[in-house]
């Protein structure tokens, strides 16, 4: 069983394709948010992701563009996102990518061949919002694998936890408990402009953080017909060729 792992497209139509053809052969496809914003191509992202992935679960910009709210993102991107929300996603989308994005789970729990999966965006602790970075510390990342229940918190039970959010390819484990983060397709920020992705070989219990070049020119080109305010114009083009936050 070999398992297709993405997050944070962002709206970027020629990284999802590039990822989507590299990773070919795969048997199944889970996707862990943030379909939306930055990127020029949301209606299509979303198209191909729904012909494409198996799960999906709710970013913080999918929440944002669903309900018209703010994605509680970091403060250095803030502006930027508000500003792609309200001149791209929320022009291009009509109302039924909007009733899509708004009936995504924030979470899903899954056995894929008598294993445990639990899909989350950001953390089991706060869903949407909270970051689990790569140098969190094993105090810290316990706190997080807690999810709150009518009943109170508790440790979720899985034996992989897959999340997002940071843009930042990570693996980590907590006790038998494995961890990954596949990276951001459209927008990584690991220094790396190239789109990431992760591959589960369930059957040998192997995972692989990889890379995909695409024609970031081709994107870039789409971004400059979109007619933005040229600062954000030349954060957006900037981000994507260094594929970190200036």
């Known amino acids: 069983m ?12 020629y990284a999802l394709r590039a990822i989507l053809e590299r990773a070919r052969g795969y048997d ?4 862990v948010g943030d379909s939306v914003d930055y990127g020029p191509h949301p209606v299509e992202v979303i198209d191909l992701l729904k012909e494409s992935i198996d799960i999906w679960v709710m970013g913080n910009h999918d929440n944002a563009v669903a309900w018209n709210v703010d994605c509680g993102c970091s403060s250095k991107m803030h502006g930027l996102s508000v500003y792609t929300r309200k001149s791209i996603s929320l022009k291009m989308l009509g109302e039924e ?17 008598g294993t445990k999966f639990y899909v989350v965006h950001a953390t089991p602790r706060d869903p949407l919002y909270t970051y689990m970075h790569p140098t969190v510390t094993p105090d810290e990342l316990k706190k997080l694998l807690y999810e709150k229940t009518a009943e109170g918190e508790k440790l979720i039970e899985a034996d992989y936890l897959i999340v997002g959010h940071t843009h930042i390819p990570m693996l980590r484990e907590w006790g038998s408990l494995r961890i990954i983060n596949p990276g951001s397709v459209g927008q990584p920020r690991d220094g790396d402009n190239r ?7 369930l059957d040998r219990g192997e995972i692989l953080l990889r890379k995909a070049r695409y024609d970031t020119e081709k994107t ?4 400059k017909k979109l007619g933005l ?18």
């Open 229 to 246: 305010e040229k600062s954000f114009e030349q954060l957006l083009i900037k981000i994507l060729i260094t594929g970190c936050i200036p």
């Open 97 to 113: 990518e909007i009733r899509f994005l708004q009936s995504l789970p924030l979470r899903r729990k899954i056995d894929i061949e």
């Open 195 to 201: 789109a990431s992705y992760a591959i589960i070989e």
């Open 2 to 13: 070999r398992i297709l792992i993405i997050s944070d497209v962002h709206a970027n139509l």
């Open 220 to 223: 870039i080109e789409d971004i």
């Open 28 to 31: 199944y496809a889970i996707f």
